[in-house]
């Protein structure tokens, strides 16, 4: 490979919460591990690779420049956008004027929903769900309404077509979360998928905020469709949000950016997005996401993705034959596996939070899953090294799945 996905790459003492942040917030954060254990990060969703060096000699050229005032966004971000969102994911009639900066997809989130429904209103999103969603929208006086995703019998995540339409009409919802690739199943969502979704939100007179952070992280053979893209309705009526972030391992300098096609939409957005005077642009992060967007960015990100493709299936291909009371199914996007561990739970008669806490002491740092609504789920990231996720595997056998 030309570019380093093997090095482990030392972030203690740099600010990182995936390590210095462990045994810091109970009940959010892993416990730091026992004496003999080093800390191996499978919590927080953000990678532990160094990023491309495009974005560094980006941020660089920038920085040699001494001077960071106020500033005006460049041609070239908008450009930057347009030019990927047309080669990777095949989008036509994307203009300058449908794309807007957001200081974070849930900022946009909560923008959207302050701009379209009334404060307390209710809202649909599926579950298993993202954590943030959670936090953000009941934060914002919002109510969440759950429609759950359900296994088909080849264990692959569905979406239950008939229970989002009667939440929606039983709840007089008129704004609805979609997550593609999802948080935290993996699942990348079909057109036909989609197109079904968008038949249920139309008929309901339901707005749609896709959250695609995740778009760029699909892994094998399997194919990311923007939700805006799927029709006109869709195009039409949803706040399609993105950022550099996941893909490039940027969430420290904080960006992202929405599309909206719809002009009276984009302004409703907009206008609740200034009303914080907070969601302006980082010079740097402009600069990061330029150097990001790139033929090497893209070439450093086919890279990314199949080392995440080795990693996953290593880590199913483990658990399947090591842990047979651990349920899986292979996530077709994202870097995150989410566990069942219902089954190894009742028949070793062990709660969920002492298998954490047995992974926590030997260094392996996985993630609480209830908080995603996963009664005895657990998240593990797998955007490590792969010798980190061998050694992490190693010790969940030899001292904790045993």
Known sequence: MKYDFESIVERNGKDALAVDG????????????????????????????????????????RLAHPLFGYFLPRQEYFDAIINWQKSRN??????????????????????????????GGNVLLHSPTYTGFTKSISTAGY????????????????????????????????????CNPHNPT??????EEMEKAMEVYKAHDCMVIADEIWADIVLDKNQYTP???????????TVALYAPSKTFNLAGLVGAYHIIYNDELREKVETASKKSHYNEMNVLSMYALIGA???????????LKEVLSGNVDYACD???????????TKPEGTYMLFLDCEKWCKKNGRELDVLLKAGWDVGVAWQDGRPFHGQYAVRMNLALPASRVKEAFRRLKEYVLR
């Open 22 to 61: 462990l045994g810091t917030q109970p009940g959010f954060s892993p416990d730091s591990p026992k004496d003999g254990f080093d800390c191996i990060p499978m919590w927080v969703a953000d990678m532990n690779f160094a990023v491309p060096p495009g974005i560094v000699n980006a941020v660089r050229d």
């Open 318 to 328: 483990y658990i399947n034959s090591h842990f047979p009371e651990i349920d899986i």
């Open 143 to 178: 109510h969440i309404i759950l429609s759950p995703l359900k296994k088909d019998k080849d264990g692959i995540w569905r979406m239950d077509y008939e229970d989002m339409a009667q939440k929606i009409r039983e709840n007089d919802i008129h704004a609805a979360v979609f």
């Open 90 to 119: 095949h989008t036509e009639g994307l203009m300058k004027e449908h794309i807007g900066y957001e200081n974070g997809v849930l900022g946009g989130l909560v923008s959207a929903l302050n701009a379209c429904i009334e404060p």
């Open 186 to 191: 993996g699942r990348v969502w079909s057109g």
């Open 293 to 303: 967007y790139t033929k090497d960015g893209a070439a450093w990100l086919e890279e």
């Open 227 to 237: 939700f805006e893209t799927v029709n006109e309705e869709a195009r039409q009526n």
